[in-house]
């Protein structure tokens, strides 16, 4: 088991220079792909916006009267679209959260969260 070892480490040392130079290659290679691909998802994402957040709120509080507290917006990758997610606080003091897509103005979502 020694001698494997041994011959193993000798041609680690002897191939050092080629073994850091590829693995190397394939790290950025995997790294630039997975920019790519994630600058592609953005870009498409960010082409399906149909509605301003302004239009998102009056949506949100069309389903939920209220406060509107606070906004924030999300991708969401199974669609490739925006999700804005819109915390109301109704009359009766319970935060409810209503997330709006941009692509299509419809809501996806409503949680209800207790004071």
Same mark, same amino acid.
């Given at each position: ?8 480490? =000798? ?16 790290? *950025? ?6 920019? +790519? ?7 498409? +994402? ?7 957040? =302004?239009?998102?709120? =009056?949506? +949100?509080?069309? +389903?939920? !009267? ?15 679209? *925006? =999700?804005?997610?819109? !915390? ?25 969260? *207790?004071?």
């Amino acid at each position: 088991m020694d001698n494997y070892i041994e011959k193993i480490m =000798e041609i680690i040392n002897k191939n050092k220079k080629k073994l850091i130079i590829t693995t190397s290659i394939c790290v *950025f290679s995997v790294v630039g792909l997975g920019l +790519a691909g994630a600058t592609l998802t953005y870009n498409k +994402a960010k082409s399906n916006i149909n509605y301003t957040t =302004e239009q998102v709120k =009056e949506i +949100a509080l069309g +389903a939920v !009267k209220g406060d509107v507290v606070g906004i924030r917006k999300k991708i969401e990758l199974d669609t490739c679209s *925006f =999700e804005y997610e819109v !915390k109301i606080k109704d009359e009766n003091n319970i935060l409810r959260e209503v997330t709006v897509d941009t692509n299509l103005g419809v809501i996806t979502e409503i949680d209800n969260y *207790f004071d």
